[in-house]
């Protein structure tokens, strides 16, 4: 059995198309010439290329003695908090870039909900002189002013979708509209592995190169290309997916997803999908989603803004259904404890979204010799007011 997406698109039961007829044209566009154009060669370095001279690959696979000591366990970070902007997602923007301009696209779309998604996309469109368009919704918008700054320095135009909750799911119904009124000339990027085939698949490959460069630099340190687990946070499963990808078919490399749990899975305020979450249909693909018994999507909760999404991409729901993920939620007082024991540990101040890998160790235990990496989404900045209100700091 293999853990990556099959030809039809699906990870198991989960994954596909879903979408409606009038967006039929875009997204076939794009899967019928995805993996042709990411195999070019000229693609390939020019990815490449950006990845080392603008991000500021290869991020670093850096030892936590001090943590590994506290946990009795050898604890590697994947830093991909050192990553131009702050975090991992520019990784997939600069590939969904390039892959825009292959496509012959002049204008590039995007929703976001906290505002990282839309900052990453604004960036790499900086970056390529192109028009961008960054649907938010209008709560969002009073909610993350700081990220909404950023991209309007940026260049970027935010629109601000009015209808519904006034969330991220009403942006991305604002960008879907848009990707169907603009068919010739516009790519939608999407921020995680989450939407209808290719997405998911494709935001993954753009992310791999996170394991690709933990096989090699385990390799200098550890004498071997695997290890033992690899641990991260998901939210849409991005960051996971990238951190996973070259182990996905190794048996012997343990998977493990962390989850937000909110205030607790049973509180009716979490992010929990794989505890909470029943098969069923969101932003085009068939996947785990948190749902009442009519099929409603439930509101999420977490206290991290890029956690706090009802469902989660197909690969990661189908690595929950075979088991071939071990799956840990993870509350936000535990989380917002981990984030600062970390930075007390090793003077690295995380991401909330990524103390919530960070929080596991507390009850998961491993052995002594055991390897674990821990994919280290994203850097405490845009959380510091969180941390701060949270302890009295
Ligand atoms: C957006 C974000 C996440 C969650 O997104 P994934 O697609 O699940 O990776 C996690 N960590 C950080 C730092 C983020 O910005």
């Not at 131009?84 to 012959?104: D, F, R, S, Y």
């Not at 990661?316 to 799956?327: K, Q």
């Amino acid at each position: 059995m293999s853990y990556q997406v099959n030809e039809k698109g699906y990870y198991g039961e989960f994954g596909g198309a879903y979408i409606p007829e009038m967006l039929y044209p875009n997204v076939e566009e794009l899967r019928s010439r995805y993996l042709e154009i990411m195999q070019e060669e000229s693609f390939q370095k020019e990815f490449k290329e950006l990845l080392k001279e603008y991000v500021g690959r290869p991020t670093p696979l850096y030892f936590a003695k001090r943590f590994s000591e506290k946990y009795g366990t050898k604890v590697y970070l994947k830093r991909e908090d050192l990553c131009h902007t702050g975090a991992h997602k520019v990784n997939n923007t600069i590939g969904q870039i390039l892959m825009a301009q292959k496509l012959g696209k002049k204008r590039i779309i995007a929703e976001t909900g906290a505002g990282q998604h839309g900052v990453a996309t604004a960036t790499v469109c900086a970056l390529m002189g192109m028009e961008c368009i960054v649907y938010m919704g209008e709560v969002d918008i009073e909610r993350q002013s700081p990220n909404v700054a950023r991209m309007k320095m940026l260049g970027a135009k935010v629109i601000p979708a009015k209808s519904g909750s006034r969330t991220l799911k009403d942006a991305t119904n604002e960008a879907i509209r848009d990707w169907i009124n603009n068919p010739v000339d516009t790519h939608y990027i999407i921020g995680s592995v989450v939407g209808p085939h290719p997405y998911p698949d494709m935001v993954a490959r753009f992310q791999a190169v996170i394991s690709e460069e933990m096989k090699v630099q385990l390799k200098e340190k550890e004498g071997k290309e695997d290890p033992d687990y690899v641990v991260a946070c998901v939210g849409g499963g991005s960051n996971a997916a990238g951190a996973y990808y070259h182990y996905l078919d190794k048996p012997e490399v343990g998977i493990i997803a962390v989850e937000a749990a909110g205030k607790g899975i049973d509180t009716g305020e979490s992010a929990a999908t794989s505890a909470l979450g029943k098969p069923g249909i969101i932003h085009g693909s068939k996947t785990l989603l948190m749902q009442t018994g009519d099929g409603q999507i439930t509101e999420p909760y977490s206290i991290s803004a890029g956690l706090d999404y009802p469902g989660v991409g197909p690969m990661h729901a189908h690595l929950f259904a075979s088991g071939r993920g071990e799956f840990i939620s993870v509350t936000d007082e535990n989380a917002m404890k981990a984030g600062l024991e970390l930075a007390k540990l090793e003077g690295i101040i995380p991401a909330i979204e990524t103390s919530h890998a960070l929080a596991i160790f507390e009850d998961r235990k491993f052995k002594k010799d055991d390897v674990v990496v821990v994919n280290l989404s994203g850097r405490g900045d845009k959380d510091l007011n969180t941390y701060i209100e949270y302890f009295n700091l």
